[in-house]
C-alpha cells in the first residue's frame, strides 16, 4: 500500500482498500476501477443516499500468493500489518472499506476471523465487497497443482502458489472452516456494523477459453469460480447413522439431526461479466471512459448502505435483479464457424459438499455416495443432473458434487425467438442417497447407510446459486475379539482369531 494519511475533513469519509485475488504480481491488474469509482463517486456527490467515499485515497494492495509457503493464514498476519503500518492507531477511527476480487475475498475474511473475531477485538472493517470471490472454493485450484500447472507456472518465472491452492480447492478443511465460523458468528458480525456483498458474473469469456480444461466454460460460473462457490449464503446438515444394533438389515438409516443456514448476505449476478480479461473480467473491463458499468453501479450501491433497513433493502433488491439477469442469460448463442450448434442453455447450478466421519471422531476416506430418486432408485434421476464432482487432494473425506438444479428441481421451458430450445422440465420427485464405506468387514468396519429418497431431503439440499455442506456420521462397528482376556494357563496363537460379534452401543470420541 501506499499514499498519505487522509485530511480530517475527509476522516468519516470511506476509505477504500482494493485487494487482488491469487497468481496476481502487478497492480495494473485493477486496471482502470479505482479512477472509475473516484469519478462516480465525485458525480454522486451531495446526492440522497450517495456513498461518501475519501476519492482522494484509493488504495491499491499487493500481496505475494505465487510463492509455495505462502498461505492464506500468512497472508491474513501481513495485511494486518500493512494496514497498522499505513494507519496506525487510526484504523479503528476510519470508516474502512476493502473491495477484493478472487482470493482476495477469502483473505479478507481469514484476516477478520483470526485478529478481530477470534480475539474478541471490534472490527475495523465497514464495508466487504468481494468481487468473484471463491469463498467455497474453486474446482481449477486441483488443477493447478498438476504437472501441467506447475511447468506453466515455470515458464512464466514464478512458483504456482500451491500454498494458496491447497484452501481453493474445492472442500479443503481451511475454507470449510472459515465457512463454518461464519455460519456461526454471522450475527455478531453484523452487530459489529459489518456490511458484507457478493458480486459474481455467470458468463464465460470464450476468448480465454482453454479446450482441454471444461471447468473454464463450466455452466453458472465466471469461468473460474461458480456462483455457487462465490456465494456466502449457504446451509449445512448433518446426517447421522443408528447404531449397529446386530440389525440384519443391509442398510442402516440416515437421519437428519441438524440443519443450519447462512442468509442475508446480498448476492448480485451482474451481466456479462466473466472472472478475468480485458474484455469481459468483472474487475479489468472497467473503461475509465466508458458511461456506465455493472460493476462499478453495484459497488457504489454496496457502500450506500448505511443501515440494517439499507442492507435488508439492497439484499431484496439484489435477489430480484438477479432473477432478471440470469432469465436474460439462460440461452446463449455463440457465433463461430462450422456446421455445428452453438446455442447452450445456461442452467443454474448447485455445489454440495459432503464429508465423511465415525462416531470417534476419524474421517473416512474410502467410501461411495450413491445418489438416488423415487423407490430409492439411481435410474430415476434426471439425466444431466450432475456436472461435475470432485475429491479434495489432501483430504479424502470430502467430496464436492455439482448438479444442475434445474434438472433437478424443475425449469420453466426455454424458448429463443424462433419458438423453444427446451421443453419444461418436470426436475426429481425425490432424493436420497447411499453410503457405502470401507471396509465392510474385520475387526472395526462400517455398515452401509440409506437416507430413503424424500422431496424434502431434496429441496434441503438443493439451492441454485449455493452451495451445501452435508456432515454425514456413520457407526464405527468395533467387534468383540479386538481385545481378549483370558486365564494365565490358557495359551493360544490367536493371529488367525474370528472377529467376534459387535461391541453394544456408540463409540466414545478419544
Known sequence: MAGKSASKAAAKAITVVLVHGWSVRTTETYGALPEKLRDEARKLKGKANAPKIDVHNIWLSRYISFHNEVRLKDIARALDAALRDEFGDNLEKRKLAMITHSTGGPAVREWLQRHYVNEGRKLPLDY????????????????????????????????????????LELGSPESMHLNGEWRRGWKKLRQQGLYSFVLTGASIDHKAYDHVNSYTGEMDSDGVVRTAAANLNHRHLTLEQASSDGSK?????LVLTEQHELTGIPFRLLPGMAHSGDRMGIQRSVRKTSQDHPTVDAILACLSVRSAADYRKLDRQFARDSVEIEAAQRVEVRDLPGPFDRTRIND?????????????????????VILTAGEDDPDRLPPGFLLDRQRNSRDGSTLTFYFNAARMLGAAAVEDQDGGLREELPGCEALGMKIIAYPLDGFVHYRPAILPASKEFLEALIVPHQTTVVDIVLHRVVRKNVFRIGKRHETSDFTRSEPGPPLPGGTSRD
Open 348 to 368: 443454474p447450478g448447485s455445489q454440495v459438499v459432503f464429508r465423511l466421519h465415525d462416531d470417534a471422531g476419524e474421517p473416512i476416506r474410502d467410501f461411495e
Open 128 to 167: 466487504l465487497v468481494m468481487l468473484a470471490p471463491a469463498n467455497f472454493g474453486s474446482a481449477l485450484a486441483q488443477l493447478g497443482r498438476t504437472r501441467l500447472g506447475r511447468l506453466k507456472a515455470w515458464f512464466e518465472g514464478v512458483e504456482p502458489g500451491l500454498g494458496v491452492l491447497d484452501w
Open 249 to 253: 438389515r443391509d442398510f442402516l438409516p
